[in-house]
């Protein structure tokens, strides 16, 4: 169902909303067809929106594919919610429980014949799910990874040891050369304006600006770091699809996502970057990653600058506590 | 004390109740006053279980270099040390010992053929959950038994003060199974950490002496307020006997402050040195980094549970009644407990953001492991149980409503209310790190996914929980509204305000989550303040807009006691049991976020099992532990109508209650 696309930015948004269009216009329908005198009756009301927002929407409409343990919990949310709509009052209740009390209760062949195949199916239902839960599995097994494990409080990186709570990124300066975190921040654009910059002629906004200085200067060197070293598995876009990353499992970090470095102080990604994979403590188990420890490959300067660079290409502020 | 209220006259009676209250307080506050004297002296003792041999030895290695050295020995006595504070940073001497180092050993961890961390941890939860109990109830019966006070109709005064005393009744067996309990704690801690509960009561040596009087204290007051409500049930003696439960619970509010103090100590030291040693302050043991955003979140959170238990009482009472009247009696007073846990419940969240915030202020690794890393999916889980329990409280009003003539016109609304909450819910509780197969992760193409990996950060949580939490304000006020018409003459004006005001603050709501990605965190965290703020505003400015507009309004029928749905009344079994399940999780989370250190980065946990257990291991502890304590509170109830005398209920069993009123008593005293 890609006729409709996701737009870039305002997925999460533009999900909530189709939803809530679709169920308006479930209620819609029911409410004309009851004045025609054939509305749905509310059990299958029910079972209709969990089949449409389960089975259908969240299964082909959107994309990459959820896994099984969100649509699970989705599933499952979505499931006491129609329950709380059907059983909200009285009358409801007793008309949600009507077919059910019919088929139970009825003299019919019709519901007999129902009655006797639910007796039937019900159990070898269950039993062909217990099989299938118990069936030994060839699968790999599911990985609970902990993306982003605590740091520890120091690290030393080149001999020098810094406290990660404290420590402080030294490019992140004005033009005079004071650490600034503001001035830095007023220069970040957001990607989803579809621009890098603010301004390509100002030397405060331009990289490549031949009179650039201070922080935007460093992000220029920043970039030449990066794209030396790092866009081979981050990708030329930041986005974690460099020419590499597919020969990899899982794919490196998507720095645009706003799960990745958006959530994590610099100093957090300081420490990463210096220590690599290798250096994941024991919580990053099953440490699925091969990141190189890079300060067997770059300078304490070069890893500060090369992490300036990502959170200004991605526009994404590093996080901080005041 | 029957003397003092044999008939007297006005004067002398006033006289003598003021004198007796006095008399109460000099006597109950007398531990307090006496324990100054032990706090003069400070903590800091030897710890039971002492450093470890080999550090011994090598101690007294040192002082003999020093001595062969050349270095007076009698010079050394006299010279203090100092240390400096972990978390104060001040200077001061070093008048404890060192926290011990431990190793894994019978002597410093003594064992049964079993884990001993999983046997504290049942103990510990047990006290919990009873201490909880016992500590809320008599803040509701305070807060009952002064409605039944202003109350100027005599009936329903006299059925709050019925309410107050079966609340009261309920939690006086609990009590003594609470200071069992802690019993039984102790002696786990005795006997399985020997050397770190010798270190901590060697810091904590004159608060557990305050704590042990003030539980003293508290007993006393309880007992008299309790045993004395027949004998001061008029007149002035009524507001002595109220005066009773304020001091029950400033006293009751002291100790678990105290209580929390050893928990936020080993969460977050102070008045230490690197080495543990005590530095001679002890408001600095106290006042740690966290202990005041625990003390505000337990107390919503103890209340929030006291209500849930009370209503699961109720509910309970209520399926196996056999007369309308009992019903109509359990049904009002699940209705009052149930609203009084959730009146609590809404700012829990808030405190819980805030203790969340001290937390990553103290140690970002802490935050991190809670949050982001290790322990975050169980908070996930822990945003389930506050959707159930959001969820929950919405459906009960939403049966509550059929009880009303008029209800059903709000209750064709639920369907869109049931829309916002699910997805506030989904929202709220979509994980950051999802669970998934290797081949799930290739398909998804990368650890995070585009459309979802949204709804896992803070941003999108705080609007999906605001939104929760002012849906179930709107719930709150339709049912206000249930069978009532306002007729004042700006009826019209304030229910468009009103719905306007609902709107606006959440569309500012959901504005500000969405707006919340496109800013540096520090900013986004602020945003939560002016999300909160519109919620808050619903609360505290709608509700009493609604009252104001519904006072005198036109009663479109009776309040029918009694006829909802038994479906409700397992709605509010549930809403307790999740509460119960919550606090466990939540209890859980908090211990486990030290990983390997007794106290956190001055005493290390040696014990083979200083290791986070398993996200399964955990779940299955905490439901034992919510299984055994709902078990063993079922006894208390039982225990509670055993001491009940039965009376026959007189009343219109056929006629409705008015509206507003109370069902007649089902038990008397």
Redesign the interface.
């Known amino acids: 169902m890609k006729w409709i696309p996701l737009v870039e930015g305002q997925m999460p948004m533009q999900m909530i909303a189709e939803l809530a269009i679709c169920i308006l216009f479930f209620s819609t329908c029911n409410y004309l067809l009851k004045k025609a005198g054939v509305g749905v009756p509310k059990f299958w009301a029910g079972i209709l929106v969990w089949c449409f927002v389960n089975l259908f929407y969240l299964k082909y409409r959107i994309y990459p594919p959820i896994p099984f343990s969100v649509r699970a919990i989705y599933g499952t949310v979505s499931a006491c919610g129609i329950f709380m709509w059907v059983s909200g009052s009285q009358e409801e209740w007793l008309e949600f429980k009507r077919p059910i009390i019919n088929v139970l209760d009825g003299n019919t062949a019709f519901t007999k014949v129902l009655r006797t195949a639910l007796l039937l199916l019900l159990p070898i239902g269950l039993g062909a799910f217990a099989y299938n839960s118990l069936l030994p599995s060839f699968d790999e097994p599911i990985e609970l990874r902990t993306v982003h494990p605590a740091p520890p409080a120091t690290t030393k990186v080149h001999g020098k040891t810094y406290v990660l709570q404290t420590a402080q990124q030294p490019y992140r300066i004005d033009t005079e050369g004071k650490y600034d975190p503001a001035y830095s921040n007023a220069h970040i654009v957001d990607q989803s304006m579809g621009r890098l910059m603010k301004d390509v002629n100002s030397s405060e906004d331009n990289p490549w600006d031949p009179n650039a200085k201070g922080y935007i200067k460093h992000v220029r060197e920043g970039g030449e770091i990066f794209f030396q070293n790092c866009h081979f598995c981050h990708g030329d876009n930041l986005n974690g699809r460099g020419l590499w990353a597919f020969a990899f499992n899982p794919i490196p970090a998507n720095f645009t996502d706003a799960g990745t470095i958006a959530q994590l102080q610099e100093t957090f990604v300081f420490w990463r970057v210096a220590k690599g994979g290798i250096g994941l403590p024991g919580e990053g188990f099953p440490w699925a990653s091969v990141m190189p420890p890079w300060e067997q490959h770059l300078t304490v300067d070069e890893i500060w600058k090369v992490i300036m660079f990502e959170y200004w290409h991605t526009g994404y502020y590093p996080r901080t506590w005041d | 004390m029957g003397r003092l209220f044999t008939p007297m006259t006005r004067g002398k009676k006033r006289f003598s109740a003021v004198t007796a209250l006095i008399v109460a307080g000099v006597f109950l506050t007398l531990p307090i006053i006496l324990s100054v004297t032990a706090m003069a002296g400070g903590g800091g003792g030897g710890s039971a279980g002492g450093p470890p041999p080999e550090v011994l030895e090598q101690r007294k290695a040192a002082a003999a270099a020093a001595a062969e050295a050349g270095e007076s020995v009698e010079g050394e006595a006299v010279k203090i040390e100092t240390g400096r504070d972990v978390y104060y940073k001040t200077e001061g001497p070093a008048i404890g010992m060192p926290a011990p180092i431990t190793a894994d050993n019978e002597t410093f961890y003594p064992r049964y053929n079993f884990e001993s961390r999983v046997l504290l941890w049942v103990a510990n939860q047990q006290h919990l959950y009873y201490g909880s109990f016992v500590l809320a109830v008599p803040i509701f019966c305070m807060c009952i038994e002064f409605a039944g006070m202003i109350s100027k109709d005599k009936a329903m005064a006299k059925k709050y003060d019925q309410l107050a005393y079966d609340f009261i009744r309920i939690s006086l067996t609990a009590y003594s199974l609470t200071a069992i309990l802690g019993g039984i704690l102790i002696f786990t801690f005795l006997t399985l950490y020997p050397a770190f509960f010798g270190y901590l009561s060697g810091i904590f040596r004159p608060v557990m002496h305050i704590y042990a009087l003030t539980f003293v204290a508290e007993s006393g007051v309880l007992y008299i307020y309790y045993y004395g409500w027949d004998k001061m049930r008029e007149g002035v003696l009524k507001w002595v006997h109220l005066s009773m439960c304020v001091i029950l619970n400033v006293i009751g509010t002291v100790l678990m402050f105290l209580a929390n103090s050893w928990i936020a100590f080993m969460m977050s030291p102070a008045g230490v040195d690197e080495q543990g040693r005590y530095l001679g302050n002890i408001w600095h043991v106290l006042h740690t980094a966290l202990w005041n955003p625990l003390n505000v979140h337990r107390i919503l959170g103890n209340m929030a549970f006291g209500g849930g238990v009370v209503a699961a009482y109720a509910a309970y009472r209520f399926l196996s009644s056999n007369t309308d009247e009992e019903r109509a009696h359990y049904d009002w007073m699940g209705y009052i407990a149930m609203s009084l846990g959730v009146a609590f419940l809404i700012p829990l969240p808030f405190a819980g953001y805030w203790l969340m915030r001290e937390v ?2 103290y ?4 935050g ?2 809670l949050m ?3 322990l ?2 169980l908070f996930i889980i822990q945003a ?1 149980m506050i ?1 159930i329990l959001f ?1 929950t409280t ?2 009960y009003l ?2 509550a ?2 009880r009303m003539t008029g209800g ?1 016109r709000f ?1 064709k609304y ?2 869109y209310l ?2 916002i ?3 506030g ?3 709220f ?29 803070m941003s ?1 949580k705080n609007g999906g929980i605001n939104a929760i939490i002012m849906t179930t304000i709107l719930s709150f006020i339709w049912y206000q509204r249930g069978n009532k018409v306002p007729t004042v003459s700006w009826s019209k004006f304030g229910n468009i305000f009103m719905g306007c005001f609902f709107v606006v603050a959440q569309i500012n709501n959901i504005a500000l989550a ?1 707006y919340g ?6 900013v986004r965290i602020g945003l939560s303040v002016p999300q909160v703020a519109g919620t808050l505003s619903c609360l505290l400015l709608m509700t009493p807009l609604n009252l104001a507009m519904l006072k005198g309004g036109r009663q479109l029928g009776p309040i029918r006691w009694g006829q909802i ?1 038994p ?1 409700s009344q397992y709605a509010i079994i549930m809403l307790a049991t999740a509460f119960t399940w919550m606090m466990g999780l939540m209890g859980y989370i908090r211990s486990s976020v030290r990983l390997f250190w007794h106290v956190n ?1 001055v005493m290390r946990d040696n014990s083979p099992w200083a290791y986070t257990h398993t ?1 399964g291991f955990a779940a299955n502890v905490i439901s034992f532990n919510v299984l055994f304590f709902w078990i063993s509170i079922m006894f208390v109830f039982w225990l509670g109508t055993l001491g009940a005398k039965k009376v026959v209920i007189k009343g219109p069993v056929s006629e409705p209650i008015p509206a507003g009123a109370s069902p007649q008593p089902a038990t008397s005293h």
């Not at chain 2, 140690?363 to 802490?366: A, H, K, N």
Request: proline share 7%; glycine share 10%.
């Open positions: 990553y202020a140690r970002q690794q802490m991190i492991t982001g890393g290790l975050a999916w389930t959707g969820l919405n459906y939403w049966q409503l059929g059903e209750q639920i369907k049931v829309f909450l699910v997805v819910l989904l929202v509780i979509t994980p950051h790190t999802i669970v998934m197969s290797p081949a799930e992760l290739k398909a998804m193409g990368g650890q995070q996914h585009p459309v979802l990996g949204n709804y896992g950060v999108a969405v990605y496109f800013i540096p965190a520090n749905p479906r980065e996200i």
